[in-house]
């Protein structure tokens, strides 16, 4: 596999973010034709402020400079956030879940079947609640620690069938 040229990285990252050269010219007061040049490998000497004009925009240097790496600068991290509040959740509706299950069991009696958890709350709603304090973080993780036994049980049941 080649390596693509820096121009045509340059090109590719204006793509990616959906400018036209018109747009970029624009931002950094330069002529369109400039850009045209640079990406089409007729200006050989690229100005700084161009490459800086994309870094600040999230693309990598290192991508830009070398091809390796990630295009975006925070993608690994911005991953990793995203896995986390996906995470968060998972065992914020598993709690639902496990609250409801037990509220079934207690009416209903018998063994507790699986609900569905209750769709109009959110970790982040519970984060961004007026009344959230450092006593609701308490208890939302003793929940979450009743959540993790819950499913060990399950698990425990499901590997004997």
């Known amino acids: 596999m080649t390596k693509l040229k820096l121009h045509t990285r340059l090109k590719e990252a204006r793509k990616f973010l959906e400018l036209n050269q018109l747009a970029v010219a624009t931002d950094l007061n330069i002529q369109q034709k400039t850009v045209s040049e640079?990406?089409?490998g007729k200006l050989l000497n690229i100005p700084n402020t161009y490459i800086n004009?994309?870094?600040r925009k999230g693309i990598s240097l290192k991508w830009i400079y070398d091809a390796s790496g990630t295009m975006l600068e925070n993608e690994i991290q911005s991953n990793a956030e995203t896995n986390q509040e996906n995470t968060a959740k998972t065992l914020f509706d598993l709690v639902q879940t496990e609250t409801e299950t037990e509220k079934s069991?207690?009416?209903?009696?018998g063994d507790a079947q699986l609900t569905e958890p209750l769709q109009n709350n959110s970790l982040k709603d519970l984060l961004n609640s007026k009344d959230f304090n450092i006593k609701?973080?308490?208890s939302y993780v003793k929940?979450?620690?009743k959540?993790?036994?819950f499913l060990q049980q399950i698990i425990k049941k499901e590997m004997k069938l």
């Open 38 to 40: 640079i990406e089409n």
């Open 105 to 109: 069991t207690e009416k209903g009696g």
């Open 147 to 149: 959540s993790i036994e």
């Open 136 to 138: 609701t973080l308490l």
């Open 143 to 145: 929940s979450l620690e």
């Open 53 to 55: 004009y994309f870094y």
